[in-house]
């Protein structure tokens, strides 16, 4: 036999319906507070490649020209302050940065022919970023200049996600 | 509500759907956009005037759908059932149109189209939540028992609205928070296109489901929606493909730098595709020319030739303005066959 539900116990059940969505509203308000990227610096506890979606601030390179060694593979990079411009002998092109947060700095390095324009590889680079990438700690970058050389983990950059929140305080432009 | 009301509800529908779709091609072409960026074409950010309005439209049309819930199971009436489940498929076809429109926009402004970004899965989470209110009302076979537990459904479901909106800040989030984006929206050209924008969409979407829960309406004005939707498609999809036609026909280049003489003209320009040195200066297409003593044109698409050098908008912003042509025109077009649908599910 159908049974009916009268005005009382819909009430009860809009209560109860209101009453669920607040608490989903909650707790999901507190989940989503407790996560964030992934700090660049947890990279230092990876044990394995992995593929990873990372923030940390852009950190100067220098000015000059260096020599790269990733993996056996040779760059000649030429260094502009936040970013610099690897050149391979098969006349290739990749962005490079450094990568920090706290101490740990990595060597970020990406193709700048696939998916990245030449655009951002220069003026987009300050700040704060979030990248995607691979990283595998078994492999390290060492830059070297006339004296002295210095050795980092490595980061292989697929997309650098860079949110746009800064691009809403420059003022306003329109066609000429 | 009367045939008499039906009738008038599609006949505004119908104008405002007209002014609604002109505004947003005029935004398109004329609008401000940011100065400076920090990746991408700073035309990109034209997208605002459309993707934002799209996406506060579906947050309202899930409103709606809450409203209606509640309205159901506090008196019982079917009319209320039949606001929610039409504000929840709208909300739905928004919400699609708002995904779609962000990847566009994002894979150019952002470095790539899908980013797992706090608020961009909010959204995603929210479309699974009210897609998944159509299979449970499919499920229930007692039309009674269907309208009360879906409605019970919507007011659960309608927690991921605020959810995803909050979720650019409770969380890092690559979305910009109101605070951020303030300054921008506050500047009076862009203030005056993007609250257009927000109220005409706003009330586009809302007479879309006052159109879809009222009587059919006469004969005349069916036909007549079917018109209108596929003037708007047409039209919506002429002017896209108008504002992409340079990626058709030419070979855009990004502008990765150039140097102005003191009238703020560009005397030398390097681009993507080469070098290029004016025997006559160049007005520089992007107003105003510098920003922070750097040629403003620098990050822009263009075209250049011997004597002048024109802007390009991406193409991100002209599939966002053809997405939203195809989501409004199309309702309307298909206006017959989602009426029936949409008093059967």
């Known amino acids: 036999m159908k049974q009916q539900i009268n005005a009382r116990d819909k009430k009860k059940l809009l209560i109860s319906a209101l009453l669920f969505a607040v608490v989903l509203v909650a707790i999901g308000y507190m989940s989503l507070s407790q996560s964030n990227y992934k700090s660049v610096a947890d990279l230092a506890d990876v044990k394995k490649r992995v593929k990873v979606t990372v923030e940390g601030n852009v950190t100067p390179i220098g000015e000059g020209v260096y020599r790269l060694i990733v993996g056996g593979k040779t760059y000649i990079v030429e260094a502009h302050r936040s970013y610099g411009v690897a050149y391979t002998d098969d006349g290739h092109t990749y962005g490079v940065f450094l990568l920090s947060s706290g101490n740990f700095t990595v060597l970020a390095l990406y193709d700048a022919g696939s998916n990245l324009s030449a655009y951002q590889m220069g003026s987009g680079l300050a700040g704060q970023v979030v990248v995607a990438g691979v990283y595998d700690p078994n492999v390290r970058a060492k830059l070297v200049w006339n004296g002295g050389s210095v050795e980092l983990p490595f980061l292989q950059v697929d997309s650098i996600l860079k949110g746009c929140h800064s691009s809403y305080q420059q003022g306003v432009a329109s066609r000429g | 509500m009367s045939k008499g009301s039906s009738n008038k509800i599609l006949s505004v529908l119908l104008l405002i759907v007209v002014v609604d779709i002109l505004l947003a091609i005029i935004a398109v072409l004329k609008a401000p956009f940011p100065l400076h960026v920090d990746v991408g074409a700073p035309t990109a950010y034209l997208s605002i005037y459309i993707h934002v309005p799209l996406a506060w439209s579906s947050y309202l049309l899930f409103t709606l759908a809450l409203i209606g819930g509640i309205l159901y199971l506090v008196k019982g009436d079917e009319k209320y059932d039949r606001l929610t489940r039409v504000s929840a498929f709208l909300g739905v076809v928004y919400g699609i149109g708002t995904i779609v429109t962000g990847m566009a926009w994002a894979s150019e402004s952002w470095g790539a189209a899908w980013n797992w970004d706090p608020r961009e899965t909010g959204v995603l989470l929210l479309l699974l939540a009210y897609i998944g209110y159509f299979a449970l009302r499919q499920s229930i076979p007692d039309p009674e028992?269907?309208?009360?537990?879906?409605?019970?459904?919507?007011?659960?479901?309608?927690?991921?609205?605020?959810?995803?909106?909050?979720?650019?800040?409770?969380?890092?989030?690559?979305?910009?928070?109101?605070?951020?984006?303030?300054?921008?929206?506050?500047?009076?050209?862009?203030?005056?296109?993007?609250?257009?924008?927000?109220?005409?969409?706003?009330?586009?979407?809302?007479?879309?489901?006052?159109?879809?829960?009222?009587?059919?309406?006469?004969?005349?004005?069916?036909?007549?929606?079917?018109?209108?939707?596929?003037?708007?498609?047409?039209?919506?999809?002429?002017?896209?493909?108008?504002?992409?036609?340079?990626?058709?026909?030419?070979?855009?280049?990004?502008?990765?730098?150039?140097?102005?003489?003191?009238?703020?003209?560009?005397?030398?320009?390097?681009?993507?595709?080469?070098?290029?040195?004016?025997?006559?200066?160049?007005?520089?297409?992007?107003?105003?020319?510098?920003?922070?003593?750097?040629?403003?044109?620098?990050?822009?698409?263009?075209?250049?030739?011997?004597?002048?050098?024109?802007?390009?908008?991406?193409?991100?912003?002209?599939?966002?303005?053809?997405?939203?042509?195809?989501?409004?025109?199309?309702?309307?077009?298909?206006?017959?066959?989602?009426?029936?649908?949409?008093?059967?599910?």
């Open chain 2, 145 to 345: 028992r269907k309208r009360l537990v879906a409605s019970i459904y919507a007011i659960v479901a309608f927690a991921t609205v605020p959810l995803s909106f909050a979720a650019a800040y409770a969380t890092q989030s690559l979305h910009p928070k109101a605070s951020q984006a303030g300054a921008f929206f506050s500047q009076p050209e862009v203030l005056k296109y993007f609250v257009s924008r927000v109220i005409i969409a706003s009330i586009t979407a809302v007479l879309l489901v006052a159109a879809l829960i009222s009587k059919r309406p006469s004969p005349q004005l069916t036909r007549a929606a079917q018109v209108v939707g596929a003037l708007i498609v047409i039209i919506g999809l002429s002017a896209a493909l108008y504002a992409v036609k340079p990626f058709l026909l030419d070979s855009p280049a990004r502008v990765l730098n150039a140097t102005l003489n003191s009238n703020g003209e560009i005397v030398r320009l390097t681009t993507s595709n080469g070098n290029y040195t004016f025997q006559q200066p160049v007005k520089s297409p992007v107003n105003p020319p510098l920003y922070n003593g750097t040629p403003s044109v620098i990050g822009h698409l263009v075209v250049v030739s011997d004597n002048s050098v024109d802007l390009v908008i991406h193409w991100c912003v002209a599939l966002v303005l053809g997405v939203y042509a195809l989501i409004v025109g199309g309702i309307l077009l298909l206006y017959t066959w989602l009426h029936k649908l949409l008093q059967r599910v």
